[in-house]
DNA sequence: CGAAATTAATCAAACGTTTGCGTAGTTTTT
DNA sequence: AAAAACTACGCAAACGTTTGATTAATTTCG
């Protein structure tokens, strides 16, 4: 019943040759005349001959698998982008093995020790939100395994990283709102844990005082992304002696939140909000933000993918100089509204 | 700089034993003493002795690996299935290895190649879209490499699956609208090459004539899915001589662009919409459908992955039935419109 | 006390492939 | 015609681990 796939030494066997005469001929080593170089091949093809993946990865010590851990499969942003990391890896022949930390630090910290001793070629990983060690990530350059962290990256430079600049992003959409005529504008931002948050803040900041205006950190409120800290933030803002008339989101989703409470609480029309992620049903709202960042996660999850590919086939890896690529983002103008 | 990991040989040389009593020491093997047991743990311990994967891989030609290949892997549906998959797969042990066949039928039969050249041990599948032959799934049979099908699986019973009954799905909708009062109920429904196609005709069909109303083919409407197709359908609808007071559509993004037609045509009142899939943004929406069918993505996976598992783990693969499990599927009444 | 059983370990092969080195046999060079 | 070079292939080791067969030493039992 179940049929042993064919190896080389059937095929060296049949052939009455060596089995490094078939693997050389197979592999277009120049030592192998023309003649049986054509032998081996057709053989092996009529024999249906598939190398034996587990004996090369033994034999090479090389796994041609790049390992991803990242904090959640199912969000929109990392599921796009790992469609972008497979696409890229089967591209040059990699296997990619995906872990989840569900966003828990020991989680993560296990999945990093699975992923070595499942001997990666490589790591792509997006930090989990309550990872301030890093390391286990350090643990793994003893061992040669690259590590390209994307989008949620540590806070500092001397890793490799791909990530989109929040606080540039930000400045453009502070930007948007005041060049739309805004004045005071507020920012529900994340958790200061966050460096996310951090940037969030220098970027509005930076707008801000860049145009002369003058900063108020009372319209920064910092909140936990969930609806009932969105509805907390929003009420300071409803309440607040300056009422802002729009107003930066951390996310979508607390746009959202904002909104459906705004909306609740009849005072939608009085703010205009900006939000992040740009994620792909925010179209189809009546009550939108106006307008959202693209952060691109497939572009990054392909950038990303790419510089990990590149450091796992670099011959020094040691000499190489930090990867701290920054991806771009737009600020996507919601056109049902205009 | 490169530290090579420990070996089990060296640990044999250090205690002057051999590599094989290393590895029964390690297995806790009844044929090594408790003393050597415990020397040569210890031993492991502070070395950071971590198995080579590869080479146990290679030796015991089982990967601990299982494949999953899907349409796409940024589609809320199948992202949170793979974060099922990925979840079962961890806790037993096993890696899970990803692809996309991004409903292209040459782009699967060539990942199922090469999923079994990297020898998975199983395989979890959703078909593409346009996949009607099934010859490169039945090549598995002679390597022993269970396939599991799961959410779009091939219109036969001989193979394992996990499906949503879409035909239940189908007469709990319309009999929940029938139960609002409406009599005349249209669908949009996909191209009539898929089976979940047939399906919802099905069960359409079923729920009409089981409470003795007259079917009538003409308020099925078959539809590409796309947001023209949307339309066309709509306006079929729309100047239909008995013009329907309910519509189910085959998906929420069909639901989407229907009432986004709708409202612009100024006709958005005039019809009860009811869709699939449950998508979790459905709730923020002003117009929504008043319900949608939650397919259980998460539990799919996990129930899927579970099957295979067995199967892998199974002694007599070929003796076993074959598993078709339905998943049941729930109308989720969005409450916002209640 | 000798045979049988148990314990604790070793030996060697095996998994499939790759690769450095060696070696016939042939061709080219001087 | 001898030396050098090239061609085409074989040999054997290596990668790290597991496992069936074997052996040596010890214990148990009749």
Redesign the interface.
């Known amino acids: ?3 042993k ?1 064919t190896t080389i030494k059937e095929i060296a066997k049949i052939l009455n040759i060596s089995p490094s005469s078939v693997s050389r001929g197979l592999h277009d080593h120049p030592s192998i005349g023309a003649v049986t170089r054509e032998k081996i091949k057709q053989l092996a093809q009529s024999l249906n001959y ?6 090369i ?2 034999q090479k ?1 090389k ?1 041609y698998t790049i390992g991803v851990i990242l904090p ?5 942003f ?3 982008a ?2 972008a990391i ?2 890229e890896a ?1 591209k040059k022949n990699y ?6 930390s569900h966003d828990d630090y020991e989680q993560e910290v296990k999945l990093v020790e699975k992923m ?4 990666v070629d490589g790591l792509l990983v997006s930090i989990s939100k309550d990872t301030s060690k890093f390391d286990h990530f350090e643990r793994l350059n ?3 395994i690259p590590v390209v962290f994307f989008d949620r990256i540590p806070p500092f430079k001397n890793v490799h990283y791909v990530a989109c600049s929040i606080e540039n992003a930000t400045v453009k959409a502070v930007n948007y709102l005041l060049k739309k005529g805004h004045r005071t504008i507020g920012m529900i931002n994340g958790p200061t844990t966050l460096f996310a948050s951090e940037e969030r803040k220098e970027g509005y900041m930076q707008a801000i005082t860049f145009n002369r205006l003058k900063f108020d950190p009372s319209l920064i409120v910092n909140c936990d992304l969930t609806e009932k800290g969105t509805i907390e933030a929003a009420n300071q803002f409803i309440n607040h002696k300056r009422k802002p008339t729009a107003i930066v989101t951390f996310n979508d989703y607390v746009a ?1 939140f904002l909104i ?1 409470y705004l909306k609740k609480a009849n005072v939608v029309n009085e703010f205009d909000v900006v939000s992040f992620a740009n ?1 792909p ?1 925010i179209s ?4 939108t933000p106006i307008a959202s960042i693209e952060q691109y996660p497939y572009l990054q999850g392909q950038k990303a993918a790419n510089i990990l590919l590149d450091l796992i086939n670099s011959p020094n890896p ?1 000499s190489q100089a930090y990867y701290n690529t920054l991806v771009e983002s737009d600020l996507v103008i919601n056109s049902e509204k205009l």
């Open positions: 019943m179940s049929a796939p598939q190398p034996n993946n587990a004996a990865l033994f010590g796994t959640e499969l199912s969000e929109h990392f599921s796009t790992i469609s497979e696409d089967l296997t990619v093995i995906f872990a989840q070595k001793n499942q001997r003893s061992f040669n959202l459906k994620l049903f189809y709202l009546d009550h040691e």
